[in-house]
């Protein structure tokens, strides 16, 4: 079992920043590829980014390519997403996700195990 609780979320104006944490305990962390997803209301849940076990590999959306940044500290258990000019349609509950099988994956459906969500609203 892994659990995953999710922080930082909150009520920025667009441009601005925020900084989400997600921090997994139950199972050795450094073994896991990680996943963040985000769900706005009335829609599906989407992917967002993804980085492997040992924070060397990447991948994002393309609606989030060169503004947000995933990272982790295998140290602290704790996988970030740093997000930088937000926008207005970036508004939704993110998700942070848990894959055992390793890999950047993009579809919800490799995940195993997913935290709460932390609200994310950006103003215009």
């Known amino acids: 079992q892994v659990q995953l609780v999710e922080s930082g979320g909150g009520l920025v104006q667009a441009g601005g920043s925020l900084r989400l944490s997600c921090a997994a305990s139950?199972?050795?962390?450094?073994?896991?590829?990680m996943g963040w997803f985000r769900q706005a209301p009335g829609k599906e849940r989407e992917f967002v980014a993804a980085?492997?076990?040992?924070?060397?590999?990447?991948s994002y959306a393309d609606s989030v390519k060169g503004r947000f940044t995933i990272s982790r500290d295998n140290a602290k258990n704790t996988v970030y997403l740093q997000m930088n000019s937000l926008k207005p349609e970036d508004t939704a509950v993110y998700y942070c996700?848990?894959?055992?099988?390793?890999?950047?994956?993009?579809?919800?459906?490799?995940?195993?195990?997913w935290g709460q969500g932390t609200q994310v609203t950006v103003s215009s």
């Open positions: 139950g199972r050795t962390f450094s073994r896991l590829a």
């Open positions: 996700a848990a894959d055992l099988g390793g890999g950047l994956e993009r579809s919800k459906y490799e995940y195993d195990y």
């Open positions: 980085i492997n076990w040992s924070g060397g590999w990447t």
